[in-house]
């Protein structure tokens, strides 16, 4: 057989998706498997989502434009001016998903070597798109103890080498739920100016914010319009994961002049996702509010449920739907797996995403999981029952 590629080889498994197999064969068994793993919201996608496709009466499915359609875009800007950040049509590129942005974004301004700086644990597909240009993730370690902030000043340019193009946050963050404040932006701010870099900003989670805390965008940064990227995305904002439809925004000219030509060479983003995507953009602040609330309701009832459990460490959760937990054990690949494979309690079983995979340090996150709070309040009560049974029947031997 001819040898596949090294990059192939050494190319990671995705923490979130590499036990779907043992999900699978739980569920042959009779298992009801609660999905914790994945940011997949069980609240219904808008139907206006629908009607707008419905409505299209297409004949022919044609390629849209590359850069995605003007409809669309401004649909994007519109949804940006009312945030409070003057944007137009140029500043926007519809892409197939934030998975697309973020890869475009890194082709763009990364050589094979170069490297970008992110606030660990981290998504672990940063690392996936980084590799595919054989660029870098440099990790800069963040605590469970300290809620997972943002490290100093310091700590940042401490990591800075001749190589580093960028630095890059998602916020809220996945997978740690943590909400970056306008001051620690603003400490970004001064390390890419002094050091001309890139600040790109990970924003699909915007609207989930807690405890009347507002997110505040790396838009709002004076000065910083040649070197901050926005990367966002339908798929958790309106429940519309598999439309595929995110884009990348900047106002730097050249920087969206050369992704461009990375869209023109995947030719164009879905047509049906962004018909549904421009309708969506359009709802009232009042669908933002319900789903809002929904998700703090769930945020509440999950660390009610953790901070009950012995030996269980639960951070401060002020955004997105994750939660990076700490849990009594040594080896979270092992406990994830064994839970699928070995545990049921009254039937039923959780799917967890370990935490090592959120992490490039090694051995690190070796005894936290994430928790993707993604389901109904009572299904979130069950599941953290049948959590809690595991942990008590897995640390007896």
């Not at 769930?298 to 660390?303: E, V």
Request: with cysteine; proline share 8%; charged share 20%.
């Amino acid at each position: 057989m001819p040898r596949l590629s090294s990059r192939a080889v050494v190319f990671p498994s995705s923490p979130i998706r590499k036990l779907a197999a043992a999900a699978d064969a739980a569920k042959k068994r009779g298992a009801r498997v609660f999905h914790l793993n994945i940011g997949q919201p069980d609240i219904e996608t808008p139907p206006e989502f629908f009607h707008a496709i419905e409505r299209a009466s297409l004949k022919v499915l044609e390629y849209s434009p590359s850069p995605g359609f003007p409809g669309l875009r401004q649909s994007i800007v519109d949804y940006y001016q009312r945030l409070g950040y003057p944007l137009d049509m140029s500043h926007v590129l519809v892409t197939t998903g934030a998975s697309e942005a973020i890869a475009f974004a890194f082709s763009a301004i990364l050589d094979p070597g170069d490297e970008v700086i992110v606030p660990e644990p981290y998504y672990a597909n940063y690392s996936a798109f980084a590799l595919q240009i054989d660029a870098k993730i440099v990790p800069l370690p963040t605590t469970i103890e300290q809620d997972f902030a943002l490290p100093d000043v310091e700590s940042f340019r401490a990591k800075i080498t001749p190589r580093t193009k960028a630095i890059m946050i998602c916020n809220p963050g996945n997978p740690t739920g943590v909400l970056y404040p306008r001051e620690a932006l603003e400490k970004l701010q001064q390390v890419c100016r002094e050091h001309d870099l890139y600040l790109i900003s990970d924003e699909v989670y915007r609207e989930f914010t807690y405890d009347g805390l507002q997110h505040q965008s790396v838009l709002g940064l004076a000065g910083m319009d040649e070197q901050t990227i926005v990367v966002d995305s339908i798929s958790k904002r309106f429940s519309a994961c598999g439309a595929r439809i995110g884009c990348v925004i900047t106002r730097s000219e050249p920087l969206l002049g050369a992704i461009n030509k990375f869209a023109q060479a995947r030719l164009s983003p879905p047509t049906l996702g962004q018909i549904g995507a421009q309708a969506v953009y359009q709802l009232p602040d009042t669908y933002y509010q319900q789903v809002n609330r929904e998700y703090a309701a769930r945020r509440d009832t999950l660390k009610s449920a953790l901070q009950a459990m012995p030996g269980v460490v639960c951070p401060q959760i002020n955004g997105a739907f994750y939660a990076m937990v700490g849990l009594p054990i040594a080896d979270a690949d092992h406990f994830c797996k064994w839970i699928l494979d070995d545990f049921q309690h009254e039937g039923q079983t959780v799917m967890l995403a370990p935490g090592p995979g959120f992490y490039a340090t090694p051995e690190a996150g070796r005894n936290q999981v994430r928790i993707a709070y993604v389901l109904k309040q009572d299904d979130l009560r069950t599941a953290m029952s049948v959590l809690e049974q595991a942990l008590a029947r897995y640390n007896q031997g």
